[in-house]
């Protein structure tokens, strides 16, 4: 509804459509989807190369996988805390850059004497996986983020597309392990496959709807 000069966002984006920044928002909501598939689908791949470079036991490999489960589960109670006091967009963006540098920080071999990895790369490897996967446990709030830009025409039907970023991230994560760990290591897939995280730091957009909290003029800011 119209009032005087003022219009809400729900209504501008109506009456805006599908258009180009939803296009953007969903390339961006995709990335951060697709991201996590891949930081999932290395689970699967890590702890048994890491097993068998170091000599783990099947505990001690099967501990990489849980702890990172730990942090998601440890993360999707804290970020959507967070994400109501500070919005979604500054907590995806800290997610975002969280995940980055613990998957960064995973990558890096810590001891070149310590070829077993007992000593530091074990526990430096665990602590960093945790991290990854405390972040990703606030990779959800893409979704809610996604909606609040989409026309209601629109939807239901892109929320349920969304999920094509994680089946290509999940398909990314096992070919990159193909081309990568026989080759490069482990080390090298896991720094490689931060890559996605790097793309979303540079189209973040504001949120339409944060702004109207804040009771902003939506005409000082440019939707599209």
């Known amino acids: 509804m119209l009032t005087g000069n ?5 209504e501008a984006i109506e009456k805006m459509g599908f258009g180009p920044f939803q296009i953007l928002i969903t390339v961006f909501s995709g990335l951060l ?12 791949v890590l702890a048994p190369a890491v097993q068998c470079q170091w000599g783990l036991s099947h505990a001690e490999a099967a501990t ?4 990172v489960f730990v942090g998601f589960l440890l993360g999707g109670l804290i970020w959507g805390v967070i994400s109501d006091i500070i919005g979604r967009k500054s907590t995806l963006l800290i997610v975002n850059i969280w995940i980055l540098v613990f998957g960064v920080l995973s990558a890096i071999k810590v001891a070149a004497d310590d070829p077993s990895g007992k000593t530091f790369g074990y526990p430096w490897l ?29 939807r239901g039907i892109c929320l349920v597309l969304i999920e094509f970023w994680w089946a290509v991230g999940s398909m ?13 290591g482990w080390h090298w897939y896991l720094g490689i496959a931060t890559i996605p995280l790097f793309l979303v730091l540079f189209i973040f957009p504001v949120s339409g709807v944060t702004l109207l909290v804040r009771s902003l003029e939506i005409n000082e800011y440019r939707l599209c």
């Open 6 to 10: 003022t219009i809400t966002i729900e």
């Open 33 to 44: 989807w697709l991201a996590d598939a891949m930081e999932l689908m290395i689970l699967s």
């Open 64 to 67: 990489i996988t849980s702890v």
């Open 126 to 154: 665990l602590s960093c996986r945790f991290g990854v996967g405390f972040g990703a446990g606030g990779t959800a709030q893409a979704v809610t983020y996604y909606a609040e830009f989409l026309p209601s025409k629109s």
């Open 172 to 184: 990314f994560g096992a070919l990159l392990a193909l081309g990568v760990m026989n080759s490069l």
